[in-house]
């Protein structure tokens, strides 16, 4: 019998306080003392989830389930995995196992739902969550999957009732706090739906570290640490509002990745530090960037489209402008994003994956007048190569944002799905066309027929679910049209 021990302990705290690096590293050090550890393996694993170390994931919970079949809670890890691995089929295995032992299990229940959304089959998980809901009219777990199944129908006004009903069953709830706050800014209500976003710390869907100085609530102080919390997009969109923090303080420092840090800092005015710093700067109070339209009391004009608040760096862009050459007048050169990260959990099913099959994009890349430049990182860059054979390269690797933004300002036009680029062209001034899914974020809700925050960006948004053939032929269309123009 596994006796825990204090790595194994420090583990376990650490996954309670979101540091999940640490925890990972504390597991791994509570396996070398007891390698069949099945708290161990499972805590390792859904450690390594939660970092988005898929592989690394999968291979620790097929160990755990090697040592402990039985063991519900790993199997209950790897059916979350399976979805995000894009294995549904998988996924449906694991939490109907799990149903066959405990038939009323909120967790595999709610797996199994996601599970049958991630095939596809609205019908099933819409039968599953009404006859949760006839069983238990209270039934957390049931009201959450019919807001989500209704969210992905587009009927907000059915996804907030629900999201009602489980506040007022739990009103301490803070991750059902949060859901509501996230249906209410699809919605465009604003002001409550900054209010309830502040739940998302205690709800678990943010789990960065925070210092333990005085949180900031908008009152005067000499020196203010802003930090940048979500993924890189969010850290673009939301440095809009640093210049109006500052002008209550008496020194603004943003703490934000080390890609962007150069980018913001030089644009803003602001000091800007790499997040990897060991200790915090000196500062009075902190906020996280994403809370200042709330603790700015913004409300709905937070969303207004704004001007450019980001510059390229004029000695980079001049440097990339040498190296990708002249070209002809009527050209229109454009740049290409046909993928975001696989690990994110928008792409668990066809309503709201963000990303697209680089040859969906062919009718652009290969349309008269146009030239298109492939603007993907990483295996998304081969795999673009690969499918578009009129994709060009850039002449050099991208190594950060003022790269990016050197490189986006070249162009004539983005043509992208829902990824950080797009907020490159929207804070510079680059005109950018922004493929949708059929369940757009929150973040693109259209406001009175046309979408937040940047006025160069043009949405293009799915018909129907999973299907990109409409929204590239519209994006074709509108190419076609500036070319006839130059």
Not at 299 to 308: D, F, L
Request: proline fraction near 6%.
């Amino acid at each position: 019998m596994f006796e825990p021990t204090e790595s194994l302990i420090r583990a376990q705290r650490a996954v309670e306080a979101g540091r999940f690096d640490e925890a990972r590293l504390a597991y791994t050090q509570a396996l070398e003392h007891a390698p069949r550890s099945i708290d161990a393996l499972r805590g390792l694993g859904y450690s390594l989830l939660q970092l988005r170390h898929l592989s690394a994931s999968l291979e620790v919970l097929e160990q755990a389930l090697s040592v402990d079949p039985s063991d519900l809670l790993s199997r209950l890890l790897m059916g979350r995995l399976c979805l995000r691995l894009h294995q549904p089929g998988g996924a449906v295995d694991h939490f109907q196992a799990i149903l066959q032992r405990i038939g009323d299990s909120a967790a595999a229940r709610s797996g199994l739902i996601d599970a049958y959304l991630a095939l596809g089959q609205l019908d099933k998980a819409k039968a599953l969550s009404d006859e949760i809901l006839r069983g238990d009219p209270r039934s957390e777990v049931g009201h959450l999957a019919a807001a989500r199944l209704a969210g992905l129908q587009r009927d907000e006004r059915a996804a907030l009732k629900h999201f009602e009903s489980l506040v007022r069953m739990r009103p301490d709830s803070a991750s059902h706090r949060y859901n509501r706050g996230l249906c209410l800014l699809r919605m465009g209500r604003f002001e409550e739906g900054w209010r309830d976003y502040e739940f998302r710390f205690a709800a678990g869907a943010v789990s960065v570290k925070l210092p333990a100085t005085p949180r900031w609530s908008g009152e005067p102080v000499q020196r203010l640490l802003v930090l940048a919390e979500q993924g890189l997009g969010d850290t673009i969109l939301f440095s809009r509002f640093i210049l109006e923090a500052a002008g209550h303080v008496g020194e603004l420092v943003l703490m934000c990745p080390d890609a962007l840090a150069g980018l913001l800092g030089r644009s803003l005015g602001c000091v800007c530090l790499a997040d990897g710093a060991q200790a915090w700067p000196q500062h009075d109070a902190h906020v996280p960037l994403m809370s200042l339209p709330h603790v700015l009391g913004l409300g709905a004009s937070a969303a207004a489209v704004r001007p450019p608040y980001l510059t390229p760096d004029p000695a980079r862009r001049a440097r990339w402008s040498e190296a990708m050459g002249p070209r002809a007048d009527a050209q229109l050169r454009i740049g290409v994003v046909h993928a975001t990260s696989v690990a994110h959990s928008t792409e668990e099913n066809p309503w709201t994956r963000r990303s697209c099959q680089a040859a969906d994009l062919e009718p652009l890349t290969q349309a008269p007048g146009v030239l298109a430049f492939n603007l993907n990182l990483g295996r998304a860059a081969g795999q673009a190569r690969a499918e578009l054979p009129a994709l060009r390269d850039l002449p050099g690797a991208l190594t950060d944002f003022e790269d990016t933004a050197a490189v986006v300002s070249l162009m004539d036009a983005l043509v992208c799905v829902d990824t950080a680029m797009v907020h490159v062209a929207g804070a510079i001034g680059t005109p950018a066309g922004l493929l949708l899914p059929y369940a757009r974020d929150w973040r693109w809700a259209a406001q009175e027929g046309r979408l937040p925050w940047y006025w160069c960006v043009q949405a293009y948004s799915q018909k129907t679910a999973g299907q990109w053939s409409e929204p590239v032929m519209q994006q074709q269309a509108d190419l076609a049209a500036r070319v006839a123009l130059r």
